[in-house]
């Protein structure tokens, strides 16, 4: 609802009253090395009472905005708070490093703490706020969405951060980074790969064939059921003995552990999404359509190429990207059974105590799902035809 | 012509048609009516060969229908069915110009068609060429069901129950450009339904089906006329003469109507320009200089002199007058419901053509049923 008197717009209150929360909160850990205990910092701390200045700024001209009402130019003028929150917060990052590790500490390392994730937060809510319901093109607000990241992808490129714990964690295994990005990337796009080779043709069948609907789909969702951990566990004995039996499957590198097992039990957990999907994709066709193109002389193949695959495209279509989405997070797990990719950090980072490790194995792997969801999106959106564009989605 | 010989369909354990024979003659429009499971659809629908007869021959000018490639058979048949299914990611040219399509037209050729089309249904081509299905209300989309049905001209229309879904208003509507465009188009029509009203208003002739046989062929006037037996006589009702009069049209059995401008009411007298006095209705329908009715004069006002434009009954035509290619029944109703002795008809332009008599409409009655 509305307050008459004051118009306040909530989401960018929310955010700036976030941002002021923030500037009171530990911003930054420093530990002398990797394994030292740290202590925490608060922005006072950084003794930079420029950026400071311009984020606590920054943070109330939001709050002032958040009552101004939704035209245009205050739009643009929240957009820019809220950029300039993000920029702030980042540069002070790069600012702790410089002021608060002094020459005798080498391997001295900063991790952002509360204070900077709930900046990170707030600004994201405020520019939320800002493209709201905003009568700009799809494109723009995208391109909005990702200046951000770009801020950021600068920073980091100059070496401002390479203070930060994440950063000196991914400089010291940059090698291995790209060969398990690879990895993973490797995994689940030949899991989902597959999970499509086999989903989509069964999810058709379960509908030609009523009488397979029901056990295709127990099959499909009782693998769901199975705790990802369990299923790449339970590959682990059967595939040993097949390796044992069969060296020639043994020499394609086929064993207990590794790529095969995990391969075998993302590609079962891709099914699913996929294979329902491909069957819902057939069943929402309207029996008069079918029965229309019939009777005015259409034979299967044009049935098919004109009627059925149009519409049935973009829900296959986005069955496959939640799959792909699942399949990255997935794949992480899969490292525990020695198939290596993103998640080998992750638990290396646990088995060490290494926060910061941990934290450079996820940022990818988050990174790489968002990016696939969003480039599947948009592959969704251009094979959706226009006539029923506005009644999906 | 179509002829049904000795058609019997099973499915499963349940006969669906018993052995049916009858011929749809060319250019007329059969309508196949009966109770939900009579055998009317599967009837239609092995005319296309969407279902085929496990007896019997379906012919199609003397040529059995299963000699034909189905979809060979189908692109030269008309089909349109209760839900439309016009295909939803398509605009509404792509729709009408599918079976063009079908046959290998150009885009080109196949848009102006489908302009033509929705011309010939009433649909203004450059508002609704591009629109997509789900931008149509119900009545929109079925005429554009028909404009895609009617769209490699065939000679033959197969229409399922095709204003069935639409509201009882809009029906009506469409039934009525129904019955124009047959006028124009003159194809071999097999018509379902089971709303007799709507039966007794399109139908050339109707078959009257039952538990998969024919109970009844004949005139929509003949079958209210002279009900083949008990079963027919409940199905028409017991207001079948009233029913009746949805068999006649106005234009059939109107009569000259007499004018009288505005500007003359002043000066007119009895017989100056009719021959209406005795055996006429007695009214003059008085209109303004583009020939719009306006208003209703009773003869009776004329016989002390010229009348006075206070002794004209204002009305407004839409709600008096009816129009040529409305029925008798309808025609009734307007005079029950204004209480006079005749009803105006009104061409397009509003322009009264004629008048309807309430004893003329009596006198149909008896005629019909002594018959």
Known sequence: ?393 | MIEFKGVRKTFGSVDALRGVSFEVPTGQVTVLIGPSGCGKTTSLRMINRMIEPTDGDVLMDGKKVGSFAPEELRRGIGYVIQSVGLFPHMSVRDNIGIVPRLLGWEKPRRYERAAELLELVGLDPAAYGEKYPHELSGGEAQRIGVARALAADPPVMLMDEPFGAVDPLNREVLQKEFVALQRKLRKTVVFVTHDLDEAIRLADEIILMRDGEIVQIGSPERILAAPADEFVRNFVGNDRALKRLACFRVEDHMQRADLLAESDVGTATIGAESDNGHDGSGLYWVHDDSRHLVGVLDSAALSNGPASLDDVTTVRARDVSVGPLSDLREALSRLLGQGMRAVPVLDKEERVVGEVRLPDIEALNQTGFVR
């Open chain 1, 1 to 393: 609802m509305k307050s008459i008197q004051l118009r306040i717009e909530r989401v960018t209150m929310a955010g700036a009253v976030l941002a002021i929360v923030a500037l009171f909160l530990p911003f930054v850990l420093l530990k002398p090395n990797r394994v030292a205990e740290g202590e925490l910092h608060a922005l006072i701390d950084v003794q930079d009472p420029v950026l400071v200045g311009a984020l606590a700024g920054f943070a109330v001209v939001s709050l002032v905005l958040a009552t101004l009402g939704e035209s245009g130019r205050v739009r643009v003028a929240k957009l820019a708070a809220g950029l300039g929150v993000f920029t702030a917060a980042v540069l002070l990052l790069a600012s702790a490093g410089e002021r608060l590790i002094t020459p005798d500490m080498p391997f001295a390392r900063l991790s952002p703490q509360i204070g900077f994730w709930f900046l990170m937060l707030a600004t994201f809510v405020i520019i939320d706020g800002s493209l709201r319901n905003a009568p700009f093109p799809r494109v723009t607000k995208a391109g909005v969405g990702l200046l951000p990241f770009v801020i950021l992808a600068v920073v980091t490129a100059a070496g401002l951060l390479d203070d930060l714990a994440v950063l000196q964690e991914f400089y010291n295994r940059e090698d291995r980074f790209l060969q398990e990005l690879g990895n993973h990337l490797f995994l689940s796009g030949l899991s989902v790969s597959a999970a499509v080779a086999i989903g989509v043709p069964l999810g058709l069948l379960a509908w030609r064939r009523s009488r397979l609907e029901k056990p295709v789909f127990v099959a499909v969702n009782g693998i769901q059921t199975i705790p990802s951990l369990a299923l790449f566990g339970l590959m682990i004995a059967p595939l040993a003995f097949i390796s044992q039996a069969f060296p020639v499957l043994r020499q394609l590198g086929i064993r207990g552990i590794g790529n095969a097992p995990a391969l075998i039990a993302l590609t079962l957990y891709a099914l699913l999404p996929i294979t329902r999907n491909a069957y819902t994709s057939m069943a929402v066709i309207p029996n008069a359509v079918v029965d229309a193109g019939r009777g005015m002389g259409m034979g299967t193949r044009d049935l098919l190429r004109l009627v059925e695959l149009p519409l049935a495209v973009p829900i296959i279509l986005s069955g496959i990207r939640t799959s792909a989405v699942q399949a990255i997070g997935n794949t992480a797990v899969a490292a525990l059974i020695g198939a290596g990719g993103l998640g080998a950090f992750v638990f290396q980072g646990l088995g060490q105590a290494a926060p910061d490790l941990i934290v450079m194995g996820v940022i990818p792997i988050v990174a790489l799902a968002i990016i696939v969801d969003r480039l599947l999106g948009v592959l969704i959106r251009v094979a959706t035809p226009r006539g029923i564009r506005n009644v999906e989605s």
